[in-house]
């Protein structure tokens, strides 16, 4: 019995190493890349560290790892009702985490080109912010509010990041400079791309609609080699009016290749609906976030 504890104890404080591990990961590169890039070309930044960015270029004297811990406090009152116990108390961890790397993190970059700069930023904060997302927890800010639309609306979370940064450039171009704006646009826009393909990305499933005479054969292959469920679907052809089975599927990104090739492999006519899925829900092939 006493073995049984000790081996649980040990998976959930390696669990809980890992996540603190994804989290300091992603927020150096972030903190590395705000204090690198952002603050010494006067970009505004993303969510919340956008907003801490403004006032800090309003009123120098206040620290943007001070500003951007007071601004979490009255979002991480609302997260606590609308997101997992586990994911908030990680959050709060992954918020002192960032604000102390903003505080101490300083490495300059030698790049002066503006659209460098901001293509640079977009990828590190992107990667930075993906790998802190793909813990059990966030760095607060933004990450926070985008948990609670891909929970309640299944929104992506570059989506909202991307929505809510409209109204930060809006502000940042009025009360700063718009030339400023429109450079944190291409960071911003580079920023929730990166966020979406390390988050989703490379766990995107793959829906398949498949039409072949062959579809018996196909549907055993499936089955036995690529080791995925198949959906049969009565159907018939608008213009022979015959009567057909459509396959369909859901797969890994992964797994694509080789079903096209053993699709083509059994019928070379065959035609293939390849589309991408946003959630899939399921035991076996489930892609939904752990939040």
Known sequence: MASVIDRMT??????????????????????????GILIPQQFFGAGFTGVALIIHYLFPPLPVSALYLILNIPLFALGWFYVGRRFFLYSIAGML???GALEWMHIPFPVQDKILSALLAGIIIGAGSGIILRSLGSAGGLDILSVMFVKSFSIRVGT???????????AGAIFISLEGALYTLVYIFVNSYIVNLVVTGLSQRKALFIISPQWEKISHEIMEKIQRGVTIIKGHGGYTGREM?????????QELPRLKQLVRGIDPEVFVVVSDTQEVMGTRIGNQPHW
Request: charged fraction near 0%; proline fraction near 0%; hydrophobic fraction near 60%.
């Open 10 to 35: 040990a998976k959930a404080s390696g669990q809980i190493l890992w996540n603190l591990f994804l989290m300091l990961t992603g927020s150096l590169l972030c903190a590395v890349a705000v204090n």
């Open 97 to 99: 985490i960032f604000s």
């Open 160 to 170: 909202t990041i991307l929505g809510c940064n409209s109204v930060i450039l809006f």
């Open 245 to 253: 089975q459509i396959l369909y599927t859901v797969i890994t990104f």
